[in-house]
Antibody, heavy 113, light 107 residues
Framework: QVKLLQSGTALVKPGASVKMSCKAS????????VSWVKQSHGKSLEWIGE????????HFNEKFKAKATLTVDKFTSTAYMELSRLTSDDSAIYYC??????WGQGTLVTVSS | DIQMTQSPPSLSASLGDKVTITCQAS??????IAWYQQKPGKAPRLLIR???ILESGTPSRFSGSGSGRDYSFSISNVESEDIASYYC?????????FGAGTKLELK
């Protein structure tokens, strides 16, 4: 069955970067877009962007264009999201999804000195 | 960006009740709306896509309808396992956008 396994909790300092992973299994990784979604504590969901593993093509929410970098490793069926210049506003749970239908378990990022 | 206005923010229901949540888009989204259920500490779970198509495993007491800008999601005969937050998502235009969510609680 389709599974998306995300990397674990990250505690990072303000101004630093964090790179999280999303390992896919149970389907042809290169055939589906991988989207990333942010959920701040107790709040709603924000679509960050998506990457197409076959070509590396990306689409971004303008709000996150300068914040997030999306990449993939086709050989390990893993998608990555790197967030840069972190502030407290970036503290959240980040989900990877297969075209918003299947979701990973989420990666909690806490930005704190 | 398309704005999704979801209401109500919270809902109190008794077991067996029917509840309805609405989402209004800021423009026509051509039925490209999905509905998700999220329980505390868990990822959202897709229940309905393209307005009214139930995902495999979604109980038939869940339903969706609508067109144009206006959409609704209903649960008939609320069960205890339905206590959760619910979100709509429009996926007609990038960037995809979610509603603010509705928290369903037991009366």
């Amino acid at each position: 069955q389709v599974k998306l396994l995300q990397s674990g909790t990250a505690l990072v300092k303000p101004g630093a970067s964090v790179k999280m992973s999303c390992k896919a299994s149970g389907y042809p990784f290169t055939d589906y877009w991988v989207s990333w979604v942010k959920q701040s504590h107790g709040k709603s969901l924000e679509w960050i962007g998506e990457v197409y593993p076959n070509s590396g093509a990306t689409h971004f929410n303008e709000k996150f264009k300068a914040k997030a970098t999306l990449t993939v490793d086709k050989f390990t069926s893993t998608a990555y999201m790197e967030l840069s210049r972190l502030t407290s506003d970036d503290s959240a749970i980040y989900y990877c999804t297969r075209e918003t239908a299947y979701w990973g378990q989420g990666t909690l990022v806490t930005v704190s000195s | 960006d398309i704005q999704m206005t979801q209401s109500p923010p919270s809902l109190s229901a008794s077991l067996g009740d029917k509840v309805t949540i609405t989402c209004q888009a800021s423009q026509n989204i051509n039925k490209y709306i999905a509905w998700y259920q999220q329980k505390p500490g868990k990822a959202p779970r897709l229940l309905i896509r393209y307005t009214s198509i139930l995902e495999s495993g979604t109980p038939s007491r869940f339903s969706g309808s609508g067109s144009g800008r206006d959409y609704s999601f209903s649960i008939s005969n609320v069960e205890s396992e339905d206590i959760a937050s619910y979100y709509c998502l429009q996926y007609d235009n990038l960037p995809y956008t979610f509603g603010a969510g509705t928290k369903l609680e037991l009366k």
